[in-house]
C-alpha cells in the first residue's frame, strides 16, 4: 500500500547540475503533477499529466521538463539547476475529476 | 486563472479552543474545495472537502462553510488539540484547465497545551 513514492528525499546539486526527481503511484490515477513549495508562497505547480503520453505545464514550468510513458510514473527533470531552483519537490496523483489528491513524502532540493 | 488567498499566515490558539482559516477565491467557476493538512517533513494531507452544491460539511471536530456568493470558504477546528499544529491548505479547483488545483499560502496553526 505504498501510495505516491518520491525518491530521492534530500538531494544537493551544484549549479548548473542536471537530475531527476522520480515519482511512482500504485493507485492507478490518471492525473500526476508535480509542485514545488517556497516559504509564504504556498504550493505552485509545476507540471502536469492527464495520462499516460499527455503533460502539460503549471504556474512555473520554466527550467524543468516531465514526461509520462506510463501511468505509474511522473518524473520531473531540471535541466541545469540554478539556485532558484532549492525549493521542497511534491509529487501528487489523483483521480481525473475533482477528487482526493494523495501526496509524496516531498524532495528536499538545495542548488549551491 | 483562479487566485486563492488565504489568511491568517500563522495562528496560534489554547488547546480546547477553536481556530478558523479562511480562504477567498476568484473563479466563479471553482466548484470543488479541499483542505490539505502538512505535518512537519510530510507532504500534505487531506482533511475535508466541499463541493459548489453544499453550503456546510462537518466530519467531527473539523468543519468546512463554503459561500458562492462572496467567494470564500472557511475550516473550522474546534476543541483543539496539540496534534492539530500544522500548516493547513485550502485549494480550489473548477475542473477546467486540466483540472488543476490553485492552492493557498497556507496557515500555520500551534495548539498551545
Known amino acids: 500500500n505504498a501510495g505516491v513514492t518520491q525518491t530521492p528525499k534530500f538531494q544537493v546539486l551544484k549549479t548548473g547540475q542536471s537530475m531527476t526527481l522520480q515519482c511512482a503511484q500504485d493507485m492507478n490515477h490518471e492525473y500526476m503533477s508535480w509542485y514545488r513549495q517556497d516559504p509564504g508562497m504556498g504550493l505552485r505547480l509545476i507540471h502536469y499529466?492527464?495520462?499516460?503520453?499527455?503533460?502539460d505545464q503549471g504556474e512555473v514550468p520554466n527550467g524543468y521538463n516531465v514526461s509520462r510513458s506510463t501511468t505509474e510514473d511522473f518524473p520531473l527533470r531540471l535541466l541545469s539547476a540554478a539556485p532558484s531552483q532549492t525549493s521542497v519537490y511534491f509529487c501528487?496523483?489523483?483521480?481525473?475529476?475533482?477528487?482526493?489528491?494523495?501526496f509524496g513524502q516531498g524532495t528536499r532540493l538545495t542548488v549551491v | 486563472g483562479e487566485n486563492v488567498e488565504q489568511h491568517p499566515s500563522t495562528l496560534s490558539v489554547q488547546e480546547g479552543d477553536s481556530a478558523v482559516i479562511k480562504c477567498t477565491y476568484s473563479?466563479?467557476?471553482?466548484?470543488?474545495f479541499p483542505w490539505y493538512k502538512q505535518e512537519l517533513g510530510k507532504g500534505p494531507q487531506l482533511i475535508i472537502d466541499?463541493?459548489?452544491?453544499?453550503g456546510e460539511k462537518k466530519d467531527q471536530r473539523i468543519a468546512v462553510t463554503l459561500n458562492k456568493t462572496a467567494k470564500h470558504f472557511s475550516l473550522h477546528i474546534t476543541e483543539t488539540q496539540p496534534e492539530d499544529s500544522a500548516v493547513y491548505f485550502c485549494a480550489a479547483s473548477s475542473g477546467n484547465t486540466g483540472n488543476q488545483f490553485y492552492f493557498g499560502t497556507g496557515t500555520s496553526l500551534t495548539v498551545i497545551p
Open positions: 501528487a496523483s489523483r483521480r481525473l475529476v475533482n477528487t482526493e489528491a494523495f
Open positions: 466541499i463541493r459548489s452544491n453544499v
Open positions: 473563479d466563479s467557476a471553482s466548484n470543488y
Open positions: 499529466s492527464v495520462g499516460a503520453g499527455i503533460t
